[in-house]
């Protein structure tokens, strides 16, 4: 997913946040490729789960060569975190664009916890594409261009709440977050997206009041 400038929040005024996007231009043919990979991916994995991720068999149900997939996704984990951030453009149309209090609208520590709920859902709705993106490869969990959004996002959030330090506590409610951290919550341990959404707002709430 491309990483664009543009507006910042209109609920805070202190940092731009990026917005994220459709893919950069590019020719009509490889869109029309890179949308059916994607719609074949979508496909199998609705179908198999993240085993249905075999990049010669998403190129076979796209109808493109081999190379065209490995060009453009490289490997498995790149195609997962296609597919998420396809996926993700409504989460940050909404971030951005909609009502508060997860839109521009509601104080700093409100969008917090409505972002915490948001993210929880639309993370343990894909558990195994986001689990697959941010361990597929080293570093994949900090090196996804979707993280940085995320932790400017949160990070304007806290500042716009008065807390210290907001990077730190942007990158630590992040770390909360991640897939490996939900997948022992939510499979091993069998807690509701319900249950976690309030544990974890409370979590994001104490982080904008400590000093």
Same mark, same amino acid.
């Given at each position: 997913?491309?990483?664009?400038?543009?507006?910042?929040?209109?609920?805070?005024?202190?940092?731009? !946040?990026?917005?994220?996007? %459709?893919?950069?231009?590019?020719?009509?043919?490889?869109?029309?490729?890179?949308?059916?990979?994607?719609?074949?991916?979508?496909?199998?994995?609705?179908?198999?789960?993240?085993?249905?991720?075999?990049?010669?068999?998403?190129?076979?149900?796209?109808?493109?060569?081999?190379?065209?997939?490995?060009?453009?996704?490289?490997?498995?984990?790149?195609?997962?975190?296609?597919?998420?951030?396809?996926?993700?453009?409504?989460?940050?149309?909404?971030? !951005?664009?909609?009502?508060?209090?997860?839109?521009?609208? @509601?104080?700093?520590?409100?969008?917090?916890? @409505?972002?915490? @709920?948001?993210?929880?859902?639309? %993370?343990?709705?894909?558990?195994?594409?986001?689990?697959?993106?941010?361990?597929?490869?080293?570093?994949?969990?900090? %090196?996804?261009?979707?993280?940085?959004?995320?932790?400017?996002?949160?990070?304007?959030?806290?500042?716009?709440?008065?807390?210290?330090?907001?990077?730190?506590?942007?990158?630590?409610?992040?770390? $909360?977050?991640?897939?490996?951290?939900?997948?022992?919550?939510?499979?091993?341990?069998?807690?509701? $997206?319900?249950?976690?959404?309030?544990?974890?707002?409370?979590?994001?709430?104490?982080?904008?009041?400590?000093?």
């Amino acid at each position: 997913m491309a990483n664009i400038s543009g507006p910042e929040s209109a609920s805070v005024g202190r940092r731009d !946040l990026p917005v994220l996007g %459709a893919p950069a231009p590019e020719r009509a043919d490889a869109a029309r490729n890179r949308r059916r990979v994607l719609d074949a991916a979508a496909r199998l994995h609705a179908e198999k789960g993240v085993a249905g991720l075999n990049m010669d068999d998403v190129a076979a149900a796209a109808g493109v060569g081999k190379g065209t997939v490995y060009r453009r996704f490289v490997d498995k984990a790149g195609l997962a975190g296609a597919l998420l951030d396809d996926r993700g453009l409504r989460l940050h149309e909404r971030i !951005l664009h909609g009502p508060p209090p997860l839109g521009p609208g @509601a104080p700093g520590r409100e969008r917090l916890v @409505a972002f915490v @709920a948001a993210y929880l859902e639309h %993370a343990v709705g894909s558990l195994d594409l986001v689990l697959l993106s941010e361990s597929g490869t080293p570093g994949g969990r900090l %090196a996804k261009p979707v993280y940085g959004f995320w932790r400017l996002h949160l990070e304007v959030l806290f500042a716009d709440a008065g807390a210290p330090a907001p990077r730190t506590r942007a990158e630590a409610l992040l770390a $909360v977050l991640s897939a490996e951290q939900l997948q022992q919550w939510v499979v091993a341990d069998r807690r509701t $997206v319900a249950e976690l959404g309030t544990e974890l707002g409370r979590i994001a709430e104490a982080l904008a009041d400590g000093r």
